[in-house]
Each structure stands twice: as structure tokens, then as C-alpha cells.
């Protein structure tokens, strides 16, 4: 079964530290991108990161650019959300979710086409309470 | 404020049609496909549709997806009870160099 499990969520004071978890199982992890997305109490859905299959490109929020550091261990199927300078905005639930990519050939001999992404599979999220 | 705009409620009675609208711009919609998730409390968010108006295996065929220009639409007909949902867009933005989403939609199936 194709499968992401987050973990390391929990209560921090503001300025304080957490190291998010996401484990992998079911699918050829080092294939595929990866994102964190957030959703805090009573708010919408907010994309905070990315990173390509081998790590070597992130993206980030501007909401957690320079606090925030993803990373991967492709050997060890599994994502990281090292957060750093935590601020009560931060509060949410975090899920890890697998990106998806592919080429839609607009014409039969597809010399028209364009690519497409979604994020397929997801976490069940962990909870991250940021508060003195 | 979210990049992109949606309605923040929807409603409608079992066996009805609803809409839900999406509204981005020229580095998001406009450039690249979108993708429309289902969202229950407590769960992970649900992929409904994605380039434009495909659909993952198991979503019903009651789920359609539209796009044109720089805005998007999801439609649902048939609606049940159960499709009372949170109900998000969302797109690749090039300029940000990140996933862009709507601030969801709450759907009330009355």
C-alpha cells in the first residue's frame, strides 16, 4: 500500500525548534517530489515546501523562508522538516504529500504537449502547537 | 489571503448541481493545469481532479473539472451527503516557484 506517515509534531514554545518526519512505503520513494503542506486552525490550506526527487532543488514559503529547511534521505525513504524560530502562525497540522508529473500530449504525434503535476498521495498529518 | 479565490461556501440539496469557482492569474491558472482536493476534518485531503478534468481512480464521475483563461471551476452533480466536504484548488505558480492554493470552500449538503 502506497503510504506517507508523518511524525514529530507536538507543543513548542515560540522561538522554539521541531523536526517534522514523513516515512514513505509503498512506491519508489527516490522517484518522486515531495511537499509539505500545512493547515492551521480555521484557515485554508498553505503550501510550505518542496523537493525534487534527489533533494538537489527546494522551494519554500515565503512564510518560512529562512526558518524553515527541508530535506530527504532517499536511502532512507523518508522527508524532513527541520523548523526553526517557531512563531504561533506556525500552528497547524502538516502533512507530507508525493508529487506527480507527466506529459499530456496535446496532439496525436505529441509534438504539442505540456506538463502536468498534482500532489496524488498524502499524510493523515501531524499536529504542530506553537504557544508559551 | 490566498493566491487563488474561491467562495468560501457552497450549498445545495441531494441530487442537485453545484459549482465551486477558482479564480488565480497569468503565473498560476493561467500557465499551468489545476487540481481540485476534498477535504474531510481530520483526514489527508482527497485528490478530486487534476489536469483539468481528469480523475484518479475511485473519484466518481460526478466530479467534473473546467478551466479557461485564468480561472477554473469544479462541478459536482448528483450531490449526496456525503460530499459534504471542504473543497480546495490549486495550481504551480511560476513566479512564487510554488504550489498556490484557494482558501477553500465549505460545502453544505442541506
Known amino acids: ?132 | 489571503q490566498s493566491v487563488l479565490t474561491q467562495p468560501p461556501s457552497a450549498s445545495g440539496t441531494p441530487g442537485q448541481r453545484v459549482t465551486i469557482s477558482c479564480s488565480g492569474s497569468s503565473s498560476n491558472i493561467g500557465l499551468n493545469t489545476v487540481n481540485w482536493y476534498q477535504h474531510l476534518p481530520g483526514t489527508a485531503p482527497n485528490l478530486l481532479i487534476y489536469n483539468k478534468n481528469q480523475r484518479p481512480s475511485g473519484v466518481p464521475d460526478r466530479f467534473s473539472g473546467s478551466k479557461s483563461g485564468t480561472s477554473a471551476s469544479l462541478a459536482i452533480s448528483g450531490l449526496q451527503s456525503e460530499d459534504e466536504a471542504d473543497y480546495y484548488c490549486a495550481a504551480w505558480d511560476d513566479s512564487l516557484n510554488g504550489w498556490v492554493f484557494g482558501g477553500g470552500t465549505k460545502l453544505t449538503v442541506l
Open chain 1, 1 to 132: 500500500e502506497v503510504q506517507l506517515v508523518e511524525s514529530g509534531g507536538g507543543l513548542v514554545q515560540p522561538g522554539g525548534s521541531l523536526r517534522l518526519s514523513c516515512a514513505a512505503s509503498g512506491f519508489i520513494f527516490r522517484t518522486y517530489s515531495l511537499n509539505w503542506v500545512r493547515l492551521a486552525p480555521g484557515k485554508g490550506l498553505e503550501w510550505v515546501s518542496y523537493t525534487s526527487s534527489s533533494g538537489s532543488t527546494v522551494y519554500y514559503a515565503d512564510s518560512v523562508k529562512g526558518r524553515f529547511t527541508v530535506s530527504r534521505d532517499n536511502a532512507k525513504n523518508s522527508q524532513y522538516l527541520q523548523m526553526n524560530s517557531l512563531r504561533a502562525e506556525d500552528t497547524a497540522v502538516y502533512f507530507c504529500a508525493r508529487q506527480y508529473g507527466d506529459k499530456f500530449c496535446v496532439t496525436s504525434s505529441c509534438d504539442t504537449y505540456y506538463y502536468f503535476y498534482y500532489m496524488d498521495v498524502w499524510g493523515k498529518g501531524t499536529t504542530v502547537t506553537v504557544s508559551s
